[in-house]
C-alpha cells in the first residue's frame, strides 16, 4: 500500500504538476488525489508576485508609447524630404525617434520582467497542478509576442483574464480572453470595422478583418471539423466589429460628442466597444440568428460557441493529450467531456475528473516535457528558482520556445513528435550540461534523482547517476534520463 | 549520404577525433555531385499576389488598391516580382527561377493549421497522412537511397516526419559528439528509441556543423548568414542532400505592405545565402517555395489581406532551367474568383512537387502517385527539363 501511495504522490507531482522539489513529495503523502484538489480554488490559479500594473494602465502605457511613435513618425517626415544630404539626420527627429525606441525598449523589458516572475512561480509553488492547468488555458488562448503590441499586453493578460477564471466556467474564460487587449491587437481585431457601421460609411478603405472571429471557432472553440463555413466566419467578423482597445487619437481635441462616440464605451481590462465601428443588424452564425444588440450580440455567439457540444468534445481532449498521452485513452477523453456537459462547463468539475480518472495515473510516463517544463522541473528538483531573464530567455529560444512567443495562434505544439527532435534535444543537452556544470559540484545527484520522481526513477537511470565519473556528469545524466525528460 | 551510421560506432569514432562527418568532407572531392532538394515552407500564407504581381491583370489595381505592389521587376508572362526580392529576380534573369502564380492544395481550407498539414503530409483530404510526403519521397528511394534529410530549427516540421531517418539543426549548439555524456545517454536510452535515435541524429548534424563552419553561432537577424550554414551542412559527401526549412509570419492581416517587405527580403537574403554557401553544388540544387494557400484577392478594412486560396510558387537553384510560368493565370475578373473572394488555383501544388521528385530525385511515377502523394494519380508530375 505504501508503495503505491508513493508512486501516486511522483505521479501527481510530475505528470499533474510541474515536477517535486525537495521533499515535495513527502508533504503529498499518502492522498495524492486530495493534494491535487486542493489546489481547485474557485478564485483561480495562483499570480506571480511582483510589482506589475493593471491591464488598463498598461493600455494607457501603450497609448503614451503609440504617441512617441507618432511624433517620431512626423519627425521624420517633417525632415526627411527637405534634406539633401544622406546622413544628415535632424536632431529633432533623431531625439524623437530616441524617445519612441526606448518607450519600447521599456514595454518589453516590463513583459520580460512579468515571464521570469511567473517562472519564478513555477519553479516555488505548491500548487503545480494549479499552475499547469493555468498554462494549459493560457496556450489554448494563445497571444504570442510575435508581434508587439500583443507582447506589451502578455502580463495582464495571463493575470487578468486567463489566471482568474481557469476553475470558473469556460465562457467566462473565453469571454475574458477574447477582449482582452492582448487578443484584440494580436488577432487584428481591435481595427476591425463594419463596413455599414458609421465609421465604414465615413472612412475610405476601412472594413473587416476575420482573424479572430475565424481563430474563435477554429482554435478557441469548436474546432476546423465543428461545422461552421466561410459564411459563419464572416457573420461572426461582423459581430465582433466594435470589440477594441483605447487609441492615443481618443485624447485629440474633438467636439465632445464626436470624441465620445469614436472613444467608445470602456469596459474590464482595457476592453473598449466602440459602437461607431459596429456593424448593425442580425447575424446568423452556426445556424442561430443574433439580433442587433451592440456588444451583446458578439458576446452571445462567444457565449453559443463557448457552450457548443463540440467545444466540449475538442476541449476535453485536448486536455487528456497534454496532461496523460499524446493519443490518449478514448475513455479518458469521454470521463471529461462527460463532467464538461454534465456541469455545463464548469472547469473546477472537468479538472477533478481528470484527478479522478484512473487512465490519468497509469505509471508509464508517455509525455516529453515542453522546453519550459523541463526547464521549471529542473530548478524544482534543484530547489533552485531561475533568476536572470539573460540565462533564462536564450535557454527556452534553444529549444524552440522562446519567452511567451509561440510561432502562431494555435500556440505551443504538445506532442513528443514536436519537442523531441534532433537539434531540440542536442539544446536539451546543453542546458543539462550547464547544469551539471553550474550545480553538480555541490548535490548529490542520485538524492537529487529520487526526491523528484521517487518510485518514477528507475533503477537504470539511478544506477548511470550513481557510476557517472564526476557529479556535474551524474546530474546531466539524470535531468537527460527517459524518466526526467518524460512525465 | 554513404554511411548507414551505427550511433554507437559514429560516436566512439567521433571521440577519437576523428569525426566520420570529417572523413566525408575529405572523400567528398572525388565523389560525384549529387543533386540537392531545398523546401521552404512560407508559412502562415504568403500573398502570392505580391510576390509574383499580376502587373497586367486590369483588376489587380481595383482590387487592391493601396496594397497593389509598384516597382515590380519584371517577369515573364505579364508579372512582376515584388521588388524586395532582388536574388530572386536576378535568378529569373539567368533563367534559373520559375514561378506558378496561382498554385494551392488539393483540399480548400482556410484554417493555417489544416492547410500547412496537407501542404506537407502530401494527403488527397484532411487528416489522412501521419507522416510528410519529403519523407516517405526519401523511403520510396528518392536519390537512390543515399539522400541524407535535414531540416533546420529546433522542431521537425511535418513534412520530414516519419520512418525514414532524418536529421534538425539549429544555430546555437555546444555539446559536442564526442563528449562522453552523448555516448552514455545512447545505453541510458536503449528503452526510450525516439530520444536516442533523435538525440545521436541531432549530435552527428551538430559535429558536422562544427566541422564545416566551424563556430556555430550565427547573429540574430543574420538571415543570409543563416542562409550559409545551413548550406555548408548541404555540401561534402557528409552533407544533406533534402533540406526542409520554414520562414513564418506571413499572416498578414493588417498593415501588410511594410511587413511583406521585411519578410519577403529576408527570404531573398536566405536565397542569396544558400546560394553562396553551397558553391558549385548550387549548380545541382532545386528550391521550391510554397505556402498553405493565398489571401484574399480585395484589401479587407486594415491594410492587410484575410486567409484565401490560390498563391504562387517559386522554383529557383542552378538546376532549374529558363521556361515561362507554370499552370494558369485564371484572372482577377470578380466572376473568376474563387467563391467570389480568392484567387482561383489552376495548378495543384502537388504537381510540382512530383515533378521535382521524379526529375531531380529520381523518384519513380509509381511510388508517387501511390505512395508520396497517395491517390494523385491525376495531378501529372510538371516542371519538365530540371537538370
Redesign the interface.
Known amino acids: 500500500m505504501r508503495d503505491q501511495a508513493e508512486l501516486q504522490a511522483a505521479i501527481a507531482a510530475t505528470r499533474f504538476a510541474l515536477g517535486a522539489r525537495p521533499g515535495e513529495l513527502a508533504r503529498i503523502g499518502a492522498d495524492a488525489r486530495g493534494w491535487l484538489e486542493a489546489q481547485i480554488r474557485p478564485d483561480g490559479a495562483p499570480q506571480p508576485q511582483g510589482q506589475f500594473v493593471s491591464s488598463e494602465e498598461k493600455t494607457r502605457q501603450f497609448s503614451a508609447y503609440n504617441a512617441l511613435a507618432g511624433q517620431a513618425a512626423q519627425a521624420r517626415e517633417r525632415t526627411a524630404p527637405s534634406e539633401g544630404m544622406a546622413g544628415a539626420a535632424d536632431p529633432q527627429a533623431q531625439a524623437a525617434d530616441e524617445a519612441r525606441r526606448q518607450g519600447r525598449r521599456a514595454l518589453q523589458q516590463d513583459t520580460a520582467r512579468e515571464f521570469l516572475a511567473r517562472a519564478q512561480l513555477g519553479a516555488t509553488s505548491d500548487a503545480g497542478f494549479a499552475e499547469r492547468w493555468a498554462l494549459f488555458w493560457a496556450n489554448l488562448f494563445t497571444a504570442s509576442a510575435?508581434k508587439f503590441q500583443s507582447a506589451v499586453f502578455l502580463g495582464p493578460y495571463e493575470r487578468e483574464a486567463i489566471r482568474p477564471h481557469v476553475f470558473g466556467r469556460f465562457e467566462d474564460l473565453a469571454l475574458a480572453a477574447e477582449t482582452h487587449p492582448a487578443m484584440l491587437l494580436y488577432?487584428?481585431q481591435a481595427?476591425?470595422?463594419g463596413?455599414n457601421s458609421p465609421l465604414?460609411q465615413r472612412r475610405e478603405?476601412?472594413?473587416?478583418?476575420?482573424?479572430l472571429a475565424?481563430e474563435i471557432l477554429?482554435?478557441h472553440t469548436v474546432g476546423?471539423?465543428g461545422g461552421y463555413s466561410?459564411a459563419d466566419?464572416t457573420e461572426f467578423a461582423r459581430a465582433l466589429t466594435g470589440w477594441s482597445v483605447p487609441r492615443p487619437r481618443d485624447d485629440r481635441p474633438l467636439p465632445r460628442r464626436a470624441a465620445a462616440a469614436l472613444a467608445g464605451e470602456p469596459g474590464p481590462r482595457g476592453f473598449v466597444f466602440r459602437a461607431v465601428q459596429h456593424e448593425p443588424g442580425t447575424r446568423a452564425v452556426m445556424g442561430r440568428s443574433y439580433p442587433a444588440a451592440g456588444l451583446d450580440q458578439g458576446q452571445a455567439i462567444l457565449r453559443d460557441l463557448a457552450r457548443h457540444p463540440a467545444t466540449a468534445r475538442r476541449l476535453s481532449r485536448r486536455i487528456a493529450a497534454h496532461f496523460v498521452a499524446d493519443e490518449p485513452p478514448p475513455a479518458l477523453a469521454d470521463r471529461l467531456e462527460r463532467a464538461w456537459t454534465g456541469s455545463g462547463g464548469d472547469l473546477s468539475a472537468v479538472a477533478r475528473a481528470l484527478i479522478a480518472a484512473p487512465e490519468a495515473w497509469a505509471p508509464q510516463p508517455l509525455k516529453?516535457k515542453t522546453p519550459y517544463e523541463f526547464v521549471i522541473s529542473t530548478h524544482r528538483a534543484l530547489g533552485s528558482t531561475p533568476a536572470r531573464l539573460q540565462t533564462l530567455a536564450?535557454t527556452l529560444a534553444?529549444?524552440?520556445q522562446p519567452l511567451w512567443a509561440a510561432?502562431?495562434?494555435?500556440g505551443w505544439?504538445d506532442t513528443?513528435?514536436?519537442?523531441?527532435?534532433?537539434?531540440?534535444?542536442?539544446?536539451r543537452?546543453?542546458y543539462a550540461?550547464?547544469v551539471g556544470d553550474l550545480s553538480g559540484e555541490r548535490v548529490d545527484a542520485a538524492a537529487v534523482a529520487e526526491a523528484a520522481l521517487g518510485p518514477r526513477l528507475t533503477e537504470?537511470?539511478l544506477q548511470?547517476v550513481r557510476r557517472?565519473?564526476s557529479r556535474p556528469?551524474s546530474l546531466?545524466?539524470f535531468l537527460?534520463?527517459?524518466e526526467f525528460?518524460r512525465r | 549520404m554513404t554511411l548507414s551510421l551505427n550511433r554507437r560506432l559514429f560516436l566512439a569514432g567521433a571521440s577519437s577525433g576523428v569525426g566520420l562527418a570529417f572523413v566525408g568532407q575529405a572523400s567528398a572531392q572525388t565523389g560525384e555531385g549529387r543533386n540537392k532538394l531545398i523546401v521552404v515552407i512560407a508559412r502562415g500564407a504568403m500573398d502570392g499576389l505580391s510576390v509574383v504581381v499580376p502587373t497586367n491583370d486590369p483588376d489587380y489595381r481595383r482590387l487592391r488598391g493601396a496594397l497593389a505592389v509598384e516597382g515590380a521587376l519584371p517577369l515573364s508572362d505579364g508579372f512582376g516580382l515584388h521588388p524586395a526580392l532582388a536574388t530572386l529576380h536576378g535568378l529569373h534573369g539567368e533563367g534559373r527561377m520559375r514561378f506558378a502564380p496561382a498554385a494551392a492544395i488539393p483540399v480548400r481550407v482556410r484554417s493555417h493549421f489544416d492547410a500547412q498539414d496537407v501542404l506537407e503530409n502530401g494527403g488527397e483530404g484532411l487528416r489522412q497522412q501521419q507522416d510528410g510526403w519529403l519523407n516517405r519521397a526519401l523511403q520510396a528511394g528518392g536519390g537512390a537511397g543515399r539522400v541524407k534529410a535535414l531540416s533546420i530549427g529546433a522542431q521537425t516540421p511535418l513534412i520530414l516526419r516519419g520512418a525514414a531517418e532524418t536529421s534538425s539543426w539549429a544555430p546555437g549548439g555546444q555539446v559536442k559528439g564526442e563528449d562522453r555524456i552523448a555516448s552514455l545517454l545512447q545505453d541510458l536510452y536503449v528503452q526510450d528509441p525516439l530520444l536516442g535515435q533523435n538525440l545521436a541524429r541531432g549530435l552527428e548534424t551538430e559535429q558536422q556543423a562544427m566541422l564545416m563552419g566551424g563556430d556555430t553561432r550565427i547573429r540574430r537577424n543574420d538571415i543570409a548568414g543563416l542562409g550559409q550554414a545551413v548550406a555548408r551542412l548541404m555540401t561534402g559527401s557528409e552533407g544533406a542532400d533534402v533540406v526542409a526549412l520554414s520562414v513564418d509570419g506571413w499572416d498578414t492581416h493588417a498593415r501588410q505592405a511594410p511587413q511583406l517587405q521585411i519578410r519577403l527580403r529576408a527570404l531573398d537574403e536566405l536565397i542569396a545565402g544558400l546560394r553562396q554557401g553551397l558553391g558549385e553544388d548550387w549548380s545541382r540544387t532545386a528550391l521550391v517555395i510554397a505556402t498553405e494557400f493565398g489571401r484574399t484577392a480585395r484589401a479587407n478594412g486594415t491594410a492587410g489581406t484575410d486567409h484565401g486560396t490560390g498563391s504562387a510558387l517559386l522554383l529557383a537553384g542552378g538546376a532549374v532551367r529558363p521556361g515561362g510560368m507554370i499552370g494558369d493565370w485564371p484572372g482577377l475578373a470578380d466572376a473568376a474568383l474563387f467563391e467570389g473572394r480568392d484567387l482561383a488555383p489552376t495548378l495543384d501544388v502537388r504537381s510540382v512537387f512530383k515533378g521535382l521528385l521524379r526529375d531531380h530525385l529520381g523518384v519513380d511515377r509509381a511510388a508517387l502517385d501511390g505512395r508520396v502523394f497517395p491517390g494523385s494519380a491525376e495531378e501529372a508530375p510538371v516542371v519538365e527539363g530540371l537538370a
Open positions: 510575435t488577432l487584428d481595427q476591425s470595422v463596413p465604414g478603405g476601412a472594413g473587416l478583418n476575420e482573424n475565424r477554429e482554435l476546423a471539423d466561410q466566419v516529453v536564450p534553444a529549444m524552440g510561432p502562431s495562434p494555435e505544439p513528443a513528435a514536436d519537442w523531441a527532435g534532433p537539434d531540440a534535444l542536442v539544446k543537452l546543453n550540461k550547464a537504470r537511470t548511470f557517472a565519473e556528469e546531466t545524466l537527460m534520463s527517459p525528460q
